[in-house]
């Protein structure tokens, strides 16, 4: 009872923590955005709190957050600023994994549970390539590894690499030759060889510095290989549903002030605030349902994952239909709250068009919705062909 007592009341800190982080990512947002500039201020609060290591594994000294946590303070960062929360997201989640399945050497990953717990170094998982697309196409990398002596020579370029020129580390996906396998190296962005080329030029989710990572006989050790995967596995994922989280928080974001703009707004020709119009509240009745379908699907999925981890390995078209569900009604809730607010919504200081832009993003974020549809009919085609 004490163990889960301690465990409950550490959550409740983080939670706190995270509120009070987004309230300053909020401060900063705007500038992000119209700067198109790293968000360095956000990391450093976000270092200076402990963040990086939440789902570090409490026998390494991390908070040992499991999905279900990770996701709930993923959706109160995004609030604030979510170019910052998805970038930070993405190392919180390749640690779960990992926390999860214990698929790496064991000392390799204490090593780097060390390395964040420290000297609190900022990582990522790189996989995505101009070539190939997103993995979740399940095309090989074109990026390679191969092993010479002692050493793997890696080379490749990998695009959508968020915070690149932040991060002291990145978990690379990479064809192994002349295997064919895929493995997962990881980087140390210090080596020679390895560089970023500033592509980003996105209207949506600036701050995310999505920039080009360039690996060009990169020399890693031996053990830098964390997992290897034989060629068309595809292992599901549950820490991707950060993506549907982030897009989630953003929609948050974008009803709070709907709401607060709604009961401070009349027009002369009203005698109180456009919160008494019958059609304003009706879309404000839609933008909670909406949230609310989001947000059970989410973490229903999210709980099974945790409760049933022998489940985990047939829950991709969960996991798919979950991530389409959130972030496709996120993009509607936005709508709603910009019908509402109207012309002004679209004014350049007005937050709304801010989220506007962040929220479609979640769209084109991995599995897409054609691969989702496709995935599912597959899924259910094969259960009836076996049944």
Known sequence: MRDTADKTKV????????KSLSKKFKQRAAHIDASGEFPYENFKALKENDFLSLTVPTEYGGKGLNLVEYLQVQEILAQGDAPTTLSFGWQLGVVLEN????KWDEQSFQHLCNKIIHDKILLNLVQTENATGSPSRGAAPRTT?????????INGRKSFASIAAALDYSIATATIL???NKGFFLIDHSLDGVSVDETWDSIAMRGTRSDDLILEDVLVDQDALLVEEN????TPRGWYLQIAAVYLGIAVAARDYTIQFASEFQPVSLPGSIKDVPEVRRKIGEIELALFNAREVLYATARKWVEHPEKRSEMSPDLAAAKHIAT???????????RI???RSLSADNPLQRHFRDVRAGLHNPPTDDAVVYSLADAV????KNS
């Open 99 to 102: 926390a999860e399945s214990r």
């Open 178 to 180: 002349p295997s064919g």
């Open 341 to 343: 607010v109207g012309a």
């Open 11 to 18: 959550f409740d800190q983080v939670i706190q923590q995270a």
């Open 145 to 153: 590894a191969q092993l010479e002596g002692s050493k793997w020579r």
């Open 231 to 234: 060629k068309g596995t595809s």
């Open 381 to 384: 085609l094969r259960a009836v």
């Open 328 to 338: 496709n009604k996120a993009n509607e809730v936005v709508d709603l709250c910009m």
